[in-house]
T-cell receptor, first 119, second 113 residues
Framework: AQKITQTQPGMFVQEKEAVTLDCTYDTSDPSYGLFWYKQPSSGEMIFLIYQGSYDQQNATEGRYSLNFQKARKSANLVISASQLGDSAMYFCAMREGRGRGSTLGRLYFGRGTQLTVWP | DADVTQTPRNRITKTGKRIMLECSQT?????MYWYRQDPGLGLRLIYYSFDVKDINKGEISDGYSVSRQAQAKFSLSLESAIPNQTALYFC????????????FGPGTRLLVL
């Protein structure tokens, strides 16, 4: 089974509008972390935001927020006030567990959502 | 200067050739990773290393080998390149503590003819 599922291959949003990128995850580990990365057309992977499984509040970083619904196993990325420069591929990823002794620290990635922001 | 660097940035090679991709980091992280990205498939883990003496296979290690020469250096080798190894390769590092965010290098675009 896929650890991370991103069901939206592509999304379109008008500049200055908000957009939500969906991500669901699958794990039985009570300790995990969820990440979102941005990949512009130049190819680099840029870390955006992190949510820990024990965090009580949704993570926020500037215009990015993570809508964390633990019971639903979803970790959607919300981008407010979209800008043209937000056009990129966005990846959701999960890290299971903590510490040594297993495949700890490795990330499982979804297939990504291509976001296009239009004027 | 970038914290995680990869060389070369682009490489074209022929089937059967041996090729090495190099990764260096100045972040002082113990953990290093090699991923490959194929269109529509996200990133998949090839190998990872928690320290110089600890190297582990990821989900797609066949056809690849690695060397952790020092804490700061982690190299990926394709012993005999084949066309389906054409991909974008990323090196990443993490501290192994806290939220363990992985920080990625700029990637190496490899084309195997």
């Amino acid at each position: 089974a896929q650890k991370i599922t991103q069901t939206q291959p592509g999304m379109f949003v008008q500049e200055k509008e908000a957009v939500t990128l969906d991500c669901t995850y699958d794990t039985s580990d009570p300790s995990y972390g969820l990440f979102w990365y941005k990949q512009p057309s130049s190819g680099e992977m840029i870390f955006l935001i992190y949510q820990g499984s024990y965090d009580q509040q949704n993570a926020t970083e500037g215009r990015y927020s993570l809508n964390f619904q633990k019971a639903r196993k979803s970790a959607n990325l919300v981008i407010s006030a979209s800008q043209l420069g937000d056009s990129a591929m966005y990846f959701c990823a999960m890290r299971e567990g903590r510490g040594r002794g297993s495949t700890l620290g490795r990330l499982y990635f979804g297939r990504g959502t291509q976001l296009t922001v239009w004027p | 200067d970038a914290d995680v660097t990869q060389t070369p940035r682009n490489r074209i090679t022929k089937t059967g050739k041996r090729i090495m991709l190099e990764c260096s980091q100045t972040k002082g992280h113990d953990r290093m990773y090699w991923y490959r990205q194929d269109p529509g498939l996200g990133l998949r883990l090839i190998y990872y290393s928690f320290d110089v003496k600890d190297i582990n296979k990821g989900e797609i290690s066949d056809g690849y080998s690695v060397s952790r020469q020092a804490q700061a250096k982690f190299s990926l080798s394709l012993e005999s390149a084949i066309p389906n190894q054409t991909a974008l390769y990323f090196c990443a590092t993490s501290a192994g503590t806290g939220q363990e965010t992985q920080y990625f290098g700029p990637g190496t675009r490899l084309l195997v003819l």
